[in-house]
């Protein structure tokens, strides 16, 4: 089993910043790929940055790209996402998942076994 925590997210104005961290415990963090996900209300939940375990391979969605930056620190077992030039459409609730059986990275919701609870996202105009 694997246990992810997020925290670092908040209300900031159009064109901040946030750095949202996951925080992993249980089973070897290091050896899998993570990713975040983000949900708005009433919509899906949608892809947004993945990573390989060594941190060598990351990729993101086009609506995040040149923007949010994703890394990893495999000695604190955390996962983070750096969060810039927000936008009012960048407001959810993210999630931070963790593959348990695969070494490969995922861009979809359900290639993903361990997930967080969440960490509400605002962004105002």
């Known amino acids: 089993q694997v246990q992810l925590v997020e925290s670092g997210g908040g209300l900031v104005q159009a064109g901040g910043s946030l750095r949202l961290s996951c925080k992993a415990s249980?089973?070897?963090?290091?050896?899998?790929?993570m990713g975040w996900f983000r949900q708005a209300p009433e919509k899906e939940r949608e892809f947004v940055a993945t990573?390989?375990?060594?941190?060598?391979?990351?990729f993101y969605a086009d609506s995040v790209k040149g923007r949010f930056t994703i890394s990893r620190d495999n000695a604190e077992n955390t996962v983070y996402l750096q969060m810039n030039n927000l936008t009012p459409e960048d407001t959810a609730v993210y999630y931070c998942?963790?593959?348990?059986?695969?070494?490969?990275?995922?861009?979809?919701?359900?290639?993903?076994?361990?997930w967080g609870r969440g960490t509400q996202v605002t962004v105002s105009s």
């Open positions: 990573i390989t375990w060594s941190g060598g391979y990351t």
């Open positions: 249980g089973r070897a963090f290091s050896n899998y790929p």
């Open positions: 998942a963790a593959r348990g059986t695969q070494y490969t990275v995922s861009y979809v919701a359900s290639g993903y076994d361990y």
